[in-house]
């Protein structure tokens, strides 16, 4: 069966470390991934897109790879503040154009000061 | 800035009422989603569109319709609530290109009493 799977439902890191989270996938082929970031009560905020061909991509201090051979992605936020603390969720494109995403469940990121 | 908003922030109703859930994106998106997120099982994808007057079912449609008269609007109906419908409503569009992400309202936290 199809399933998104993140790290782990909650992740502590010390301010000014660069956390890392994963998001493994199972009987997908996305040509894209999609990572956003939610905090609680809003809705998911969209931070970046990396096609299958891209093997990374950046945003200022935002880092996603992408291994189609792995079936993962890694999500690094290098020098954490305590702003970064939300819930992170990474999601796929279900049928291979870039039009239907589904979601993982996401990982709550606490940076502590 | 694309703008999602969603007509209710908090809402309570009762076991078997009709409920609407009103949703209007201004930047002329040609996508909609409807999703339910409840903890421990992430977004779950309720009904999405692709164009005015067309709907599709997502994986967890029962006791759901929904309506698409105007390109902007995309109304989520529960034609008879149940306590189970209790959740946080997200409405999302896209451009249809992934590049951009969807964009999320901020959701209706809906209680079926």
């Known amino acids: 069966s199809q399933k998104i799977e993140q790290n782990s439902e909650a992740l502590n890191i010390q301010e000014g470390k660069t956390a890392t989270l994963t998001c493994n996938y199972t009987?997908?082929?996305?040509?894209?991934l999609q990572w956003y970031r939610q905090d609680p009560g809003r809705g998911p905020v969209f931070l970046l897109l990396i096609r299958e061909n891209e093997k990374e991509k950046r945003k200022e201090r935002l880092k996603v790879t992408f291994d189609t051979t792995l079936k993962q992605s890694l999500f690094h936020i290098t020098a954490s503040q305590p702003a970064d603390s939300a819930t992170y969720l990474c999601a796929l494109d279900e049928e291979n154009y870039g039009q239907n995403f589904v979601f993982g469940p996401g990982t709550r990121l606490s940076v502590l000061p | 800035d694309v703008k999602v908003t969603q007509s209710s922030r908090y809402l309570v109703k009762r076991t078997g009422e009709k409920v609407f859930l009103e949703c209007v994106q201004d930047?002329?998106?040609?996508?909609m989603f409807w999703y339910r997120q409840d903890p421990g099982l992430g977004l779950r994808l309720i009904y999405f569109?692709?164009?005015?007057?067309?709907?599709e079912k997502g994986d967890i449609p029962e006791g759901y319709s929904v309506s698409r008269e105007k390109k902007e609007r995309f109304s989520l109906i529960l034609e008879s609530a149940s306590t189970n419908q209790t959740s946080m409503y997200l409405c999302?569009?896209?451009?249809?290109?992934?590049?951009?992400?969807?964009?999320f309202g901020s959701g209706t936290r809906l209680t079926v009493v």
């Open positions: 569109s692709y164009d005015v007057k067309m709907k």
């Open positions: 009987n997908y082929s996305p040509a894209y």
């Open positions: 930047m002329d998106h040609e996508n």
């Open positions: 999302a569009s896209s451009p249809g290109s992934p590049n951009y992400g969807y964009t």
